[in-house]
T-cell receptor, first 113, second 111 residues
Framework: AQSVTQPDIHITVSEGASLELRCNYS??????LFWYVQSPGQGLQLLLK??????LVQGIKGFEAEFKRSQSSFNLRKPSVHWSDAAEYFC???????????FGKGTRLHILP | DAGVIQSPRHEVTEMGQEVTLRCKPI?????LFWYRQTMMRGLELLIY????????DSGMPEDRFSAKMPNASFSTLKIQPSEPRDSAVYFC?????????FGQGTRLTVV
């Protein structure tokens, strides 16, 4: 069965520091991978997605993620975080582009001034 | 497009009452999803529709929950009777090939 693991429940970084949020997936074939962000009291907003092709994908708000098949990972990165990046981040996997999407438990990002 | 629209945004009801949550997906999207989010269980997929047909309802917790999609522009999630453990934020999302787009959610409190 497909699943997504986000090993870090909370991450704290200083403003201006680099960020990497981890995501591992379990799926038999090449999955469709997503990162979403959720601000307090809001719905989930799509940051980026990977379907095929270049394994480094660029998203909104300066985020990028890299698909590594050998490690079954799809880690999210940002070179320099801003206070407004404080939110909860969800990695997700789907068997195809419009089928059901399974989410990880989320990583809550805290930013120190 | 206004995005996925959910109503109400907040609902407080007494245990045993019927609750109906509503969702208007983005026009042209073929799939619609209902998720429930709690601190303990995270984001759970309850049911999803493709072209108005329920495809997978294995996430629906029990018979008290039901969902319908009578047409491409409207879906409901009903809980009857409601229980305190149903308190959560319920999200509706719609997708076209590409990604799912979420509504703002309905925060349900059952007292």
């Amino acid at each position: 069965a497909q699943s997504v693991t986000q090993p870090d429940i909370h991450i704290t970084v200083s403003e201006g520091a680099s960020l990497e949020l981890r995501c591992n997936y379990s799926y038999g074939a090449t999955p469709y991978l997503f990162w979403y962000v959720q601000s307090p009291g809001q719905g989930l907003q799509l940051l980026l997605k990977y379907f095929s092709g270049d394994t480094l994908v660029q998203g909104i708000k300066g985020f990028e993620a890299e698909f590594k098949r050998s490690q079954s990972s799809f880690n999210l990165r940002k070179p320099s975080v801003h206070w407004s990046d404080a939110a909860e981040y969800f990695c997700a996997v789907g068997p195809n582009r419009d089928d059901k999407i399974i989410f990880g438990k989320g990583t809550r990002l805290h930013i120190l001034p | 497009d206004a995005g996925v629209i959910q109503s109400p945004r907040h609902e407080v009801t007494e245990m045993g009452q019927e609750v109906t949550l509503r969702c208007k997906p983005i026009s042209g999207h073929n799939s619609l999803f209902w998720y429930r989010q709690t601190m303990m269980r995270g984001l759970e997929l309850l049911i999803y529709f493709n072209n108005n047909v329920p495809i997978d309802d294995s996430g629906m917790p029990e018979d008290r929950f039901s969902a319908k999609m009578p047409n491409a522009s409207f879906s409901t999630l009903k809980i009857q009777p409601s229980e305190p453990r149903d308190s959560a934020v319920y999200f509706c999302a719609s997708s076209s090939p590409g990604a799912a787009f979420f509504g703002q959610g309905t925060r349900l409190t059952v007292v």
